[in-house]
């Protein structure tokens, strides 16, 4: 199995607003860089949209880690919340109704395609590949604002 590291980040002007994401694959020594925007989202929606690109892009199985600064997006998968969610038929334990229901059953697909691992990373604190996901996902929104 390819061994295979995913960093992504989503960043949001105001939340909702304008958002994008960035993600970078990083395999054998090379990097693929990815991002995109949406003109009405938000920051949870997007650190989630960031992640799942870049795990259906790829082509077959892989072990991954995929790193990012999303306590939403690294606790919901680490602690379990998320399976929980969707075997109660997508609510959580407070009866609440789960937000980003159609992202989640995307990463879902992806989770149990590959053999992820999730790391959270602290955002904004240097970490060389989070900062450039940050800058690909700001620039991303920054080209559908003008």
Same mark, same amino acid.
């Given at each position: 199995?390819?061994? =295979?590291?995913?960093?992504?980040? $989503?960043?949001?002007? /105001?939340?909702?607003?304008? $958002? ?23 920051n949870?929606?997007?650190?989630? #949209?960031?992640?799942?690109? /870049?795990?259906? &892009? +790829? ?6 880690? *995929? ?5 939403? #997006? ?12 969707? @075997?109660?038929?997508? &609510? ?10 159609d992202?989640?059953?995307?990463? +879902? ?9 999730? @790391?959270?990373?602290? $955002?904004?604190? $240097? ?7 940050? &800058?690909?996902? =700001? @620039?991303?929104? *920054?080209?559908?604002?003008?």
């Amino acid at each position: 199995m390819k061994e =295979v590291t995913i960093y992504s980040d $989503g960043a949001c002007s /105001g939340n909702p607003g304008p $958002g994008g994401w960035g993600t970078i694959q990083v395999f054998n020594g090379h990097e693929l860089e990815l991002s995109a925007a949406e003109e009405q989202t938000t920051n949870n929606r997007m650190e989630l #949209l960031g992640a799942i690109m /870049g795990l259906e &892009r +790829l082509k077959e199985p892989c072990a991954v880690t *995929l790193v990012s600064d999303s306590r939403y #997006l690294c606790e919901s998968i680490n602690q379990g919340w998320v399976y929980q969610w969707e @075997q109660k038929g997508w &609510r959580k334990a407070d009866k609440k109704p789960a937000l980003n229901v159609d992202l989640w059953e995307r990463m +879902l697909a992806q989770l149990r395609r590959h053999r992820v691992t999730v @790391q959270w990373v602290k $955002g904004h604190d $240097g970490h060389p590949y989070n900062e450039r996901c940050d &800058r690909l996902a =700001v @620039q991303a929104y *920054l080209a559908i604002k003008k």
